[in-house]
């Protein structure tokens, strides 16, 4: 039997990582979280994930900075990073600059954290797949 694909959740949020985590475990996803940029690539190292949600804005090293670092490290550039933004701007060329710019530091894209669980959840079941 396939173990569930491990999802690393860092986010300085701690509600948040709560609520998402359980949304996750609920759907069958091993989760693990960090509350910042360093200790995500902590265990990122640790843990190998599957695929790492990344708070962009975090206190300390940013989720652009820890991308960054994770990316520059041989054992870990395949992990692919996925951004969480609380910034939604609704223009859809605004969306897409984020996207390129996303993909042109090494993450897969990005989702907001407004958007409804469900869909995220869909999102990242279809990615991993």
């Known amino acids: ?39 995500g690539i902590q265990k990122a190292k640790k843990l190998r994930p599957d695929l790492v949600l990344m708070d962009v804005q975090m206190p300390g090293i940013s989720g652009v900075e820890a991308l960054i670092r994770i990316k520059e490290d041989p054992k870990l550039e395949d992990i692919p990073i996925l951004f969480l933004t609380a910034l939604g701007d609704p223009r859809a060329e605004l969306q897409e600059i984020n996207r390129r710019l996303s993909r042109e530091l090494g993450a897969v894209g990005y989702v907001k954290k407004t958007e409804d669980l469900n869909v995220l959840v869909e999102y990242i079941r279809n990615f991993l797949q």
Do not use: W, Y
């Open 1 to 39: 039997m396939n173990k569930p694909p491990l999802i690393l959740i860092v986010d300085d949020e701690p509600d948040f990582r709560e609520i998402f985590s359980a949304k996750l475990s609920s759907e069958g996803f091993n989760v693990d979280t960090a509350n910042d940029g360093e200790e």
